[in-house]
T-cell receptor, first 117, second 108 residues
Framework: DTEVTQTPKHLVMGMTNKKSLKCEQHMGHRAMYWYKQKAKKPPELMFVYSYEKLSINESVPSRFSPECPNSSLLNLHLHALQPEDSALYLC????????????????FGSGTRLTVV | DAKTTQPPSMDCAEGRAANLPCNHSTISGNEYVYWYRQIHSQGPQYIIHGLKNNETNEMASLIITEDRKSSTLILPHATLRDTAVYYCIVRVVFRGTFGTGTRLTIIP
């Protein structure tokens, strides 16, 4: 299995809703990432988990809450989002060594297209 | 993280080599150069990466200048399916910052 699977593919939610995005990989990768991509812009890093621990939070608002229940799963819990949070949310994984040298590339999922109404 | 600069768009005739440049003049010694492409808002797809030496795989070649301040991705025989946004990234540890990318259009 060489894929990163994201569900759902599309999500429409109201500003008072609570929803979750799910990401799964079975490649034995030890680092997992959430990126946000607005239309016609490059992906922007949100969070990084390494060995199931949060390593990087790029000053993301608390209405986005990541969770890594195990080495294969990554969730992004959403609450009280704003319309400007509408975007493509991409999950990625990489086979990071302990030194985290950056030798390994990312494998990206196809993304969840989120619309906040 | 080192920043990358790419031309916003390029055209290439089908069957010809596509040469996509990237400037990363502030790259540090332990940062790798990666190339990805993104087709129609799908997830980015890995193409190739390198540190110092030129690299080649079944998709492309990567030429890195001796001072490592710039690189060129070469798609040797472009097809219509190579139409995409191509991102050059310099990366160390977990951080890889995407530049604005080059929108490559392959012309029939």
């Amino acid at each position: 299995d060489t894929e990163v699977t994201q569900t759902p593919k599309h999500l429409v939610m109201g500003m008072t809703n609570k929803k979750s995005l799910k990401c799964e990989q079975h490649m034995g990768h030890r680092a997992m990432y959430w990126y946000k991509q607005k239309a016609k812009k490059p992906p922007e890093l949100m969070f990084v988990y390494s060995y199931e621990k949060l390593s990087i939070n790029e000053s993301v608002p608390s209405r986005f809450s990541p969770e890594c229940p195990n080495s294969s799963l990554l969730n992004l819990h959403l609450h009280a989002l704003q319309p400007e949070d509408s975007a493509l949310y991409l999950c990625a994984s990489s086979q990071e060594g302990i030194a985290g040298s950056g030798t390994y590339g990312y494998t990206f999922g196809s993304g969840t297209r989120l619309t906040v109404v | 993280d080192a920043k990358t600069t790419q031309p916003p768009s390029m055209d290439c005739a089908e069957g010809r080599a596509a040469n996509l440049p990237c400037n990363h003049s502030t790259i540090s010694g332990n940062e790798y150069v990666y190339w990805y492409r993104q087709i129609h808002s799908q997830g980015p797809q890995y193409i190739i990466h390198g540190l110092k030496n030129n690299e080649t795989n079944e998709m492309a070649s990567l030429i890195i200048t001796e001072d490592r301040k710039s690189s060129t991705l070469i798609l040797p025989h472009a097809t219509l399916r190579d139409t995409a946004v191509y991102y050059c990234i310099v990366r160390v540890v977990f951080r890889g910052t995407f530049g604005t990318g080059t929108r490559l259009t392959i012309i029939p």
